[in-house]
T-cell receptor
């Protein structure tokens, strides 16, 4: 079945540091890939997505590129801020329809000033 | 434009009781999915409703049931509550279109004592 593996957290960075959160997936077919963010006490917000190989999703300074050859979708940001502190979830969905999302376990990011 | 709303925000129940959680989808959306997020874990898909019928179901027992109303809002019912049902329950809405993004509500936090 489909699955998503994320790097274990927590990740603690200083403000303006470079961020990478690794995500790899296993899927049949050609899934869509997503990064969702969950701020403390809140639900999930879509951060970015990519629907086909070599697509780059980007939003709020975050980027991730859909790499079919390595089955990866790593999240990056060049300069993190304290306000980026949250839990980040990598997820996939079959492109065959409006199918359920399969999530990784999440990576907690803490950014200190 | 109202996003996905859920009620109640918090709930405390005892083992063996029954609970009903409610979700109103984002305006214009016709599909509702429910997810269970245990503490420290990624969300797990429970089921999806479209045109008032359950269309897909994850690996959850029959104690979990749902309903979708003509206005697309939805309920999640859990019978015979167990301690392990304590979690954040997330509702997501979307359009029944290939590749459409799911938008999440803030969730209902259920504590079973």
């Amino acid at each position: 079945g489909n699955s998503v593996t994320q790097m274990e957290g927590p990740v603690t960075l200083s403000e303006e540091a470079f961020l990478t959160i690794n995500c790899t997936y296993t899927a049949t077919g050609y899934p869509s890939l997503f990064w969702y963010v969950q701020y403390p006490g809140e639900g999930l917000q879509l951060l970015l997505k990519a629907t086909k190989a070599d697509d780059k999703g980007s939003n709020k300074g975050f980027e991730a590129t859909y790499r079919k050859e390595t089955t990866s979708f790593h999240l990056e940001k060049g300069s993190v801020q304290v306000s980026d502190s949250a839990v980040y979830f990598c997820a996939l969905s079959d492109l065959s329809g409006n199918t359920p999302l399969v999530f990784g376990k999440g990576t907690r990011l803490s950014v200190i000033a | 434009d109202a996003g996905v709303t859920q009620s109640p925000t918090h709930l405390i129940k005892t083992r063996g009781q029954q609970v009903t959680l409610r979700c109103s989808p984002k305006s214009g959306h016709d599909t509702v999915s429910w997810y269970q997020q245990a503490l420290g874990q990624g969300p797990q898909f429970i089921f999806q409703y479209y045109e008032e019928e359950e269309r897909q179901r994850g690996n959850f027992p029959d104690r979990f049931s749902g309903h979708q109303f003509p206005n697309y809002s939805s309920e999640l019912n859990v019978n015979a509550l167990l301690l392990g049902d304590s979690a954040l329950y997330l509702c997501a809405s979307s359009l029944k279109v290939v590749g459409e993004t799911q938008y999440f509500g803030p969730g209902t936090r259920l504590l079973v004592l």
